[in-house]
């Protein structure tokens, strides 16, 4: 049986781009990689990044590997390391003008998703509350393709500590539903805050009058995007009209 480093308190991250982006942020402690023999493609990508100081490496059979990370998607490689560095206070609306909420969001391969989009429109930070919330899991992480990394993220203890917070410092709400301002003439103000729902029931009633209601178009009203791709499209048109990309 595989046993946990105990050099340091961390976490299991898996996937080739995971452990890359880690060794690229350069922001916390590889402790160990678990790995198969011969080693998969993605290692020499890997070995290149990896720190000077001392790694442990691990060869196990992919049985193991499967059992470690609690999935078969983890591409062969397995990582322990120092645990994620969360922002410890609320966002500033000068240094963070563009930020998304996560209200609720239950599958961490749409939180993953979700933070992969908001680092590719150029938003400058997430905000992922711990109630209701998958979290940032090893799932989430890999979704992200590692690019949690390099994102600020934010975890208040609710959406509505978190959206007191964002009005206080004057962020201007942007709430994802049916039924409101077509997203692509919507008239956005920085700094802006977009709020995505959950997958099963959209926004919180308790948010719904917290901002302007904002609605991606689409061909039928018997369906509905995924909330991750409905918050990409989201940011992308949100960065577009703040000149964020």
């Avoid at 990508?45 to 691990?58: G, R």
């Avoid at 240094?95 to 749409?110: C, E, S, V």
């Avoid at 206080?168 to 709430?175: C, P, R």
């Amino acid at each position: 049986m595989i046993k946990k480093p105990k050099q340091a308190p961390g976490e299991l991250i898996f996937g080739v781009n995971p452990i890359i982006e880690v060794l690229k942020a350069r922001k916390r402690k590889l402790i160990s990689i678990y790995t198969t023999k011969p080693e998969p493609k993605g290692f020499a990508q890997i070995q290149k990044l990896m720190p000077a100081y001392p790694v442990a490496m691990q060869y196990v059979s992919r049985d193991v590997l499967h059992r470690m990370a609690g999935t078969t998607d983890h591409q062969g490689m397995i990582a322990w390391v120092q645990s994620f560095g969360f922002r410890s206070k609320p966002f500033d609306p000068v240094k963070q003008p563009l930020l998304i909420l996560l209200d609720g969001i239950q599958d961490p391969r749409n939180v993953g998703a979700i933070i992969r989009s908001a680092y590719c429109a150029g938003a400058d930070g997430v905000i992922l509350p711990q109630r209701n919330s998958s979290g940032l899991t090893a799932v989430a992480f890999k979704s992200s393709a590692g690019l949690a990394e390099h994102m600020q993220i934010y975890q208040p203890s609710s959406s509505e500590a978190a959206i007191q917070e964002l009005k206080a410092a004057g962020y201007s709400m942007y709430l994802g539903v049916f039924k409101g301002t077509d997203a692509r003439v919507a008239s956005f103000k920085q700094p802006a805050c977009l709020v995505v729902g959950s997958e099963g029931f959209g926004i919180s009633n308790s948010l719904l009058r917290s901002g302007e209601h904002i609605t991606i178009p689409q061909k039928s009203s018997e369906t509905s995007y995924n909330v991750s791709v409905a918050a990409g499209i989201l940011l992308f048109l949100m960065s577009s009209h703040l000149k964020r990309i």
